[in-house]
């Protein structure tokens, strides 16, 4: 994984650059630098919460130039490309797509956010290695400034692995219900023909639904209380 | 792709709802339900943005219940689970597990988020179908409500392709459902003191297990035959 450096290019509000410090250290990110930032102030402080910590130890830098030698590789995020940058534009990547390049990397990266209104101007842009942007509707594309820097940190905390939904009730026990199942469909004369497609079926179900023990032993509970109950009325017959 | 109705849960900040509001509409949502909420104020509308049009039309309910049964399944947003609450949670899952989940489902989905200071109680989470956490660093695992939101927002958005769509099994299948196993715990006679509880447990399981209509239609076949035979047997003695 890299290093990474958090760069907000001249901020105009404080609740603002504070909420990107807090975001900064709910994703283990450290380094900020401000350029040309407002005055940090009372709001900066309250919104950093527990990323206070982040906050007075940020850089500022009077000019871009400054942040971006700092860092060996620049990601910058930016909206939908429009006509006037598109000729020059690079087509950006999703956050997905940085996440997954960035996972096998090592080295100092800048992720450069623009300001809350003008965002990157093209200039700024044109010094980015990487652009990147996140997918947004477009009856409103434009992201509160601390809303677009979580959803990066967030993609490049937990870089993709394979997802797997985690079952509860262990092998022993799914077994043991699957049995009582199947002996309940025995005792009510279950269609022979459907017999099979239904265990299938709601073998299926209980493992997707990730059982606790608890729900394990109810349902199993109600089960073999079924079957008891059918056995003992045919042998009263 | 299902409906989402975003449900804030007792919320104390005004820039907070506003903020929300925006991410919302910056990801195409636009179901808006404030359970007991603190006054709105000039501070949601600044902050809502181009999401004003989703503060003026959310919904403000006194009761978390009224909330809930606007959806067919309930989506929890928590931390990590405390030991306090260990017990009776199931792990929670993650956003992009939910997002993956939910790719392939129809229906209306209640994403519920808890107060600012507090998240949710355990008896609201009790409520709660499916639980997601987002993972954050040790250091300073408590995101801003609304970076919370955004994430899920995001992460619904665009979620991993899938082919096939399956609906949810809908609210009126589900009371038929409930009601075929309420009838089976009569017939069987199932232990009374336990009764309530054992279709609230059932309720969630075939809930959390968003089954398909064919799977329904299945199930509620089992558990209507084991009704009748067991009425027959009883006739027959």
Chains 1, 2 share one sequence.
Do not use: W
């Not at 590789?73 to 534009?89: A, Q």
């Amino acid at each position: 994984m890299p290093e990474y450096i958090v760069i907000l290019m001249e901020p105009k509000f404080p609740g603002n650059i504070g909420s990107v410090a807090r975001a900064m250290s709910n994703f283990d990110l450290g380094h900020l630098v401000l350029v040309n930032p407002c005055e940090l102030g009372d709001d900066a402080y309250r919104y950093s919460k527990h990323g206070r910590y982040i906050l007075e130890n940020a850089m500022v830098v009077n000019e871009l130039s400054e942040a971006l030698d700092m860092a060996d590789i620049i990601v910058g995020s930016t909206g939908k490309p429009t006509d006037s940058n598109r000729k020059f534009l690079r087509e950006p990547i999703t956050p997905k797509q940085l996440a997954t390049f960035m996972a096998s990397k090592t080295g100092r990266v800048g992720l450069l956010f623009g300001r809350e209104d003008r965002g990157l101007l093209n200039e700024e842009l044109k010094n980015c290695d990487i652009l990147v942007t996140i997918p947004t509707h477009e009856i409103n594309p434009i992201l509160n400034l601390s809303h677009a820097a979580t959803i990066l940190f967030y993609e490049l905390f937990s870089p993709p692995k394979s997802t797997r939904v985690k079952t509860f009730a262990g092998s022993k026990e799914k077994k043991v219900m699957n049995k009582l199942f199947a002996d309940l469909l025995e005792e009510i004369t279950y269609q022979p023909y459907k017999k099979e497609k239904t265990k299938v079926m709601f073998r299926k179900i209980v493992a997707r639904a990730g059982l606790s023990s608890n729900e394990f032993h109810t349902l199993a509970g109600v089960f073999s209380r079924a079957v008891k109950v059918v056995k003992r009325l045919k042998q009263e017959k």
